[in-house]
């Protein structure tokens, strides 16, 4: 033996790892409300289904890069990568931000995207968010499925920071 750290124990050490436990749970998530919010973009109904799929894949992994700038945002503002097992008033700062974070982005995205430089546009059945005129089920993915995120990731954290 070389000394060469089994799999599963490379796998549970990465488990530990707050960015990677984000973006295990927010990978089937993100999918899920690509693939349901998905016919209410244009490229749907436009394109092959190669690149339909090709769609798929880089707006769920944009999504999740989305996940983890605003969660690296909110633990350098907080000055920890912990924020989520920390006190009740750190947390909830914490997890505030993230949200704000993941969905001002969007917000921001959509309409540079949409608005801006016309790299996609919504279907007649996107319903648009007032005054805005940004899709709502882009914008409702962020008030979401973040929270969620965030509520099943302290549970797992709190109970990392009490095992041995």
Partial sequence: MSGEVPVAGRLRALSRIPEARLLGLGLPLELLWEVAQFPLYTVWHQASWG?????????????????LGAFELSALALGSRRWLAEAP???????????????????????????????????????????????????????????????????????????P
Avoid: K
């Fill in 51 to 67: 690149y339909s799929l090709f769609a798929l894949v880089h707006c769920t992994f944009g999504d999740l890069l989305i996940l």
């Fill in 89 to 163: 008033l750190r947390f909830l700062v914490g997890a505030g931000l993230f949200i704000f974070l993941g969905a001002a982005y969007t917000v921001f995205s959509e309409i540079w995207n949409v608005q801006v430089r016309g790299n996609w546009a919504y279907t007649e059945l996107m319903p648009l968010l007032p005054g805005l005129e940004v899709g709502a089920t882009p914008f409702l993915q962020w008030v979401l499925i973040p929270p969620v995120l965030v509520g099943y990731l302290r549970i797992l954290e709190r109970a990392h920071a009490q095992s």
